[in-house]
Nanobody
Framework: QVQLVESGGGSVQAGGSLRLSCAAF??????????MGWFRQAPGKEREGVAS????????LYADSVKGRFTISQDNAKNTLYLQMNSLKPDDTAMYYC?????????????????WGQGTQVTVSS
């Protein structure tokens, strides 16, 4: 059974930084090709994709709203996915979720991701 556990959320002021982590249990990043993604959902809004990475080749995709500010990365030795978030804005306030699926990345099509974490809250104050 694949399990994803997020951590690293918190409250910061605008312009600050946070690094989210997603530890994966039940499979190995280095043994299979997976698509790992970060999504977020603000109150009253739909869940949206933030960034994804195809673990086999390291190919990344970012939402326009976070390009140049967020960086997705992986540490195969630790079986952990990261999201480095810089220059945070109040609009970045949301619950952030880690997600995974076997194989290549389907963009940010939510129902194509099979495994989801419980989320970690990010709050950015102005």
């Amino acid at each position: 059974q694949v399990q994803l556990v997020e951590s690293g959320g918190g409250s910061v002021q605008a312009g600050g930084s946070l690094r989210l982590s997603c530890a994966a249990f039940g499979y190995s990043y280095s043994s299979y090709a997976y698509c790992m993604g970060w999504f977020r959902q603000a109150p009253g809004k739909e869940r949206e994709g933030v960034a994804s990475i195809y673990t086999n080749v390291g190919r990344t995709l970012y939402a326009d709203s976070v390009k140049g500010r967020f960086t997705i990365s992986q540490d195969n030795a630790k079986n952990t996915l990261y999201l480095q978030m810089n220059s945070l804005k109040p609009d970045d306030t949301a619950m952030y979720y880690c997600a995974a699926r076997f194989g290549a990345c389907p963009g940010f099509v939510i129902d194509q991701y099979k495994f989801w974490g419980q989320g970690t809250q990010v709050t950015v104050s102005s």
